[in-house]
Every structure is written in C-alpha cells, then in structure tokens.
C-alpha cells in the first residue's frame, strides 16, 4: 500500500481535504486501521500506476512450478457430483469448455472463486441451490440450499456533480484518488458507514472538467436477489440489489448526501468549483424529493458480496461453514466475496485476499 503525499495533492484533493477538517472531521493517518474514521489519504495499491492484482502478486511467482497449470479460455460450465460412500454427493471434477472441447477436469477438491455473481450462478447451474427455481428450469437437483444466490449485497453509491471553473485545469495524467473521508451516518447503528472521494471526469475535455464527488453507502440492511434465468451459463443471471428498500438506508443514505453537499459549500472550493450539477437545489428541497433523486440515481460500487454466505448448518440460508466448505457435500469450498458472512463496511478487494489466504491455510491442515 502507499499513499499520495500531502504535497503532492491536487487542489481539489486538498481542498476536500480542509473542508473536511473545518466541518470537525478529525484526521485519519491510516483509512486501513480498524479503529479509523475521518479524512486522510487514500491507501492504494497501484504503485507506478500498475493495481497490484493477485495474478501479479500471487500467480507470477509460482508458474514455474510443475503442479501448477494455469489455463486461460476455459469457460465452466457445471460441477461434476458422485455419491460417496455416506450418500452424500462429493465434487469430483468440473466440466468445461475449452476452444470448442467440452471435457471434465477432475480434483481431490473443487474449489469455486468465480465472484459472488458467477460462484452461485455455478453451484445453481449444478443443481445446488434452491430446489424449486432448480427444477423450473430442468436443472437436476443435486443438493438443496435455498440460501445459494440469497443475501446479496452491493455498496449503493451516487455521484454527486459539479462544472469545474473554467480556470481549473488538469494535468492529462492526474490520479483519480488522493484522499477520503469515513464518517457515521446521523443516528446510525454502524460506524463508519459512509465513504465520500473526490475524483474526475472528462465528458467533453481536460480544460473544464465536470468534478464528481463518490458517495457511498457502506453498510446496507437492504437485501438482494440472484437467481438464474436460463440453465445456459452464458445467460447473465438476474441480479436483483433491492437497493434502499430498506427505510434505514434511505435515512442514512439521505444525510450522507446532505452533509457532503455542505462540505463542498466550503470556501476553498470557490476557485475550483462552479455550479452544481446533481443533485439540483430542487433534488435537496425536501425528504421526498431527495429520496426520489436517490432512487434514480444510485449504482452498484462492483463489491457484490454475500450469495454463498457463511454461516452455520443451522441457519438456513447459510451455504458455506467456517472453512468455506459448502454445507452437505463433500470436497467443494467457494472462497470469493460470495462467502462473506455480511458485507464489509470497505472497499472488498482486501478482505477477500485476507479470506483466501486463511482458508488456503485451513486447507494445508486438512480443515
């Protein structure tokens, strides 16, 4: 990880920045630490601009080794089962596709890290998940879990857009991030469930672009839907998020939007920003009219989470144990963002390196 240096920052960035620190936001040396909260730089993973991805930092070191074979192009397609000797099914292999070959790779264990949006569509497509929606599309029943594709959640996110003064320029390589603020919602139960970055656009040129401030809602109680809609896995599953159709997301969802509004009235911003774009006055006006701007306007932040969640054989809606494996077969884990027993009140992509590299631990003692 690293961080921009404060002399380094754009005057956006540092604006932001003082803006925070005047509205009585404290400063937050480190947005990773588990007791953070506040403005500071933003820690990235991308020194010399290059996202350290697990395939850089993981793969690259071990290609040379002979028991390892990666295969690019090989598009899954289901989970090969037999019975073993308890009755229960075991995952014995996975059939793919492969440069128009269709053919079965076989393992001790199987282990599925598609996402939370392929990993279920997967187990579904299986014939594990729940059994009615299975049988509707003539999929064979393997084993029922009704909570494969239940429990989806995403980070609910809306930008609010300024027109930059015609004066505020920007260099053709300037970053995107350099600082954040985390801050708790008014009277909400959860710390730190808000996420506000500055960053830019360019939707006609670098001379005047528009300044889009990311808003996100960290933690939402409201719940979504995956499910399938064809027994073809090149079909795109049917993803519903459900965003803001619980009341307290609205509520804090709508304070989030209102006290980064007032951020950005701030003096420094007054050679850097013109007008604002979105949401109008008339958006901010009253209850009713901001929840109705939100619901139009919020998107997924890409940290779909939750869709194989963890959980005990007790709860019915749990698909995976402690150690990922999945509950009532044998020799089959999902370790990826599906597995997440809730969503992370954060930016996913560390956590679940942090979930696979215990659970490869959990593997080599034989959990």
Known sequence: ??????????PLQAAFYQACRDAGFPDDPDLNHPEATGVGAM?????????????????DACRHRLNLTIRPDVLARRIVFERGSTGSPR????????GGEVFTIEGDEIILSAGAIASPQLLMLSGVGPAAELESLGIDVVHELPGVGRGMKNHPSVSIV????PGHR????APRNQVGLRFTAAGSAMRNDVQVQPTTSYPESRDAPNIRIGCRLEYPYSVGLLTLTSADVSVQPYLDFRFLTDERDTDRFRDAVRR???????????????????????DLADDDALDAWLHQNAGIAGHSSVTCKM??????????????????LAGLRVIDAAAMPDIVRANTNATIIMMAERVADFIREGR
Do not use: K
């Open 91 to 98: 995952a014995v292999g996975v059939e793919v596709e492969s």
């Open 260 to 282: 980064t509004v007032a951020i950005f009235e701030h003096p420094a911003f007054a050679e850097l920003l013109a007008e604002r774009l979105s949401p109008t006055d008339a």
């Open 162 to 165: 300024y027109r930059s003064q």
């Open 43 to 59: 820690p990235l993973n991308n020194p010399g601009g290059v996202r350290m991805s697990t395939a850089i930092t993981y793969l």
């Open 170 to 173: 920007l260099a053709p390589d």
């Open 311 to 328: 959980g005990p054989a007790s709860d019915p809606l749990a698909v995976v144990d402690q150690f990922c494996n999945v509950h009532g």
């Open 1 to 10: 990880m690293w961080r921009h240096r404060r002399d380094d920052w754009l």
